[in-house]
Each structure stands twice: as structure tokens, then as C-alpha cells.
């Protein structure tokens, strides 16, 4: 095992506490969406409108958790159900004017609060961070992935 292994698993799991802290004691972090509407919403703004199980598995999440999740999100408004114009029996999730009203708002506080946390930093420290991360994000969802075959 690699000796820095041990310190960027403590680094990781620090990273979560201190995340989670902050936006719970951020204050213009309240009213925002929490974590899964945000990535539910970011989802179907980015791609468009999609079939539970789409979502679940772009979320990695078993599809009884994201049905959870999207009927929260109708309720407050945040989305629609209709049918699959391909597939009338298959319904599709998409993001309401509501929904995209909130998640701007989620997205420019959260901006808000990166751009004071990096404000600091390089523009390249930035990018290697953000590549980084993302590298980190793929060997995780790799990992799982390669586990369950």
C-alpha cells in the first residue's frame, strides 16, 4: 500500500465532516436544497427530463430512494411527472420553473461560499483540484461498480 493512502483517507473524511459542518452553520447556505434534490435537479437541468431509474443510476442510488426523493421534489414543486412521448406506459421526471428558480439559488450560494472558502487559491490550484476531485469521483464510482460484476 502506498504510504500516502492512510492520510488521504483521513483528509477525504475530514473533508465530508467539515462540508457537512459548513452547511449546516452557513448562513447563506439556509433555504438552499439539500444535497440529493441538488444533484436530482442539477441532473434534469443538465440532461433533461428522465425516467426514475435514469436518475438512479446517473445518482447511484436504488431506484425506491430517488421515487423518495422525486416525490418529495413534486411536492414542493420542484418537478413534474409526464409520460414518455416514446413509451406512454413510462413516466419522466422533469425540472418545473420552480425547480430551476431553486436550484439557481442553491447553485449561487454555494458558489458564494467556494469562492470565499478558494478565494486564495491559484487559478491553477483550482484546476487541479477540480480534476483531482473528479479523478477521485470515477475511481470511486469504478470501484463500486467493478465490485457488484
Do not use: C
Not at 20 to 28: A, G, L, P
Not at 116 to 124: A, C, I, M, P, R
Amino acid at each position: 500500500m502506498d504510504p500516502a493512502i492512510p492520510d488521504v483517507e483521513r483528509q477525504v473524511a475530514l473533508l465530508l465532516r467539515l462540508a457537512d459542518r459548513n452547511r449546516r452553520r452557513s448562513r447563506r447556505l439556509e433555504g438552499t436544497l439539500e444535497r440529493s434534490a441538488y444533484l436530482t435537479l442539477s441532473r434534469l437541468d443538465e440532461h433533461g427530463p428522465a425516467g426514475l431509474h435514469e436518475i438512479a443510476d446517473h445518482l447511484r442510488l436504488d431506484a425506491s430512494t430517488v421515487t423518495r426523493q422525486v416525490l418529495q421534489l413534486e411536492e414542493a414543486g420542484f418537478v413534474e411527472r409526464g409520460r414518455d412521448e416514446a413509451d406512454a406506459r413510462r413516466s419522466v421526471i422533469a425540472i418545473s420553473a420552480a425547480g430551476r428558480d431553486a436550484l439557481e439559488h442553491s447553485r449561487a450560494a454555494r458558489w458564494e461560499v467556494y469562492s470565499d472558502v478558494l478565494g486564495s487559491w491559484t487559478s491553477d490550484e483550482l484546476t487541479s483540484l477540480a480534476g483531482s476531485l473528479q479523478h477521485l469521483n470515477a475511481s470511486l464510482d469504478a470501484s463500486i461498480d467493478k465490485k457488484r460484476g
